[in-house]
């Protein structure tokens, strides 16, 4: 047994259409509106030197608490979301490109930066080491990586490999 499909009117498909266009319209921003982000040719007018000490605070987060569990007794859990630069650049209102422009133009903006990596660290340590996703603590720090062992230039030596037959 074939199924037929009955194509609706054209009425319909440009009736559908004008909607889906209108409907399309409606989601552009209003003139006038903000956006959320600014590009980055407005970089030196976005910045503000009260950003080097908002990204310190921002990256100095409480890394976990413990909390009550329903035995009676308790468990580390995890405090806060983990830092992080596009996290900064979003709650300052600006791209990524524009943070990494202000941490090659502006020193004292790429110093707090150190500072800020420094606290990232030390909140990746802190959950590592209260149990709470520990192995993905161990990767964000590095440390499954293993170390590769230097190689010395020494001369080639020739190796002779005889051949034996195994019949008799």
């Known amino acids: 047994m074939k199924l037929k499909l009955k194509q609706p009117d054209a009425e319909v498909v440009a009736a559908a259409h004008e909607e889906a266009v209108n409907a399309n319209r409606r989601r ?4 006038g509106k903000q956006s959320l982000y600014q590009s980055s ?9 009260d ?4 990204l310190i605070r921002f990256f100095d987060r409480t890394s976990w608490e413990l909390a009550p569990t329903s035995k009676g007794d308790e468990r580390p859990l995890i ?13 300052i209102g600006v791209t990524i490109p524009i943070i990494k422009l202000w941490l090659r133009e502006v020193p004292a903006f790429a110093e707090a930066y150190e500072t800020a990596q420094a606290l990232e660290e030390a ?9 709470i ?8 720090l590095g440390l499954n990586k293993t170390v590769v062992e230097e190689t010395r230039d020494e001369p080639i030596s020739e ?3 005889k051949v034996v037959s195994g019949e008799r």
């Open 79 to 91: 405090q806060d979301k983990p830092p992080s630069l596009a996290r900064f650049a979003l709650h």
């Open 41 to 49: 040719r407005h970089s030196a007018e976005l910045w503000d030197p």
């Open 51 to 54: 950003y080097c000490d908002e």
């Open 133 to 140: 996703s520990a192995t993905f603590a161990a990767a964000k």
């Open 159 to 161: 190796v002779t490999i």
């Open 123 to 131: 909140y990746f340590t802190e959950t590592g080491a209260a149990g």
């Open 28 to 31: 552009k921003r209003p003139r």
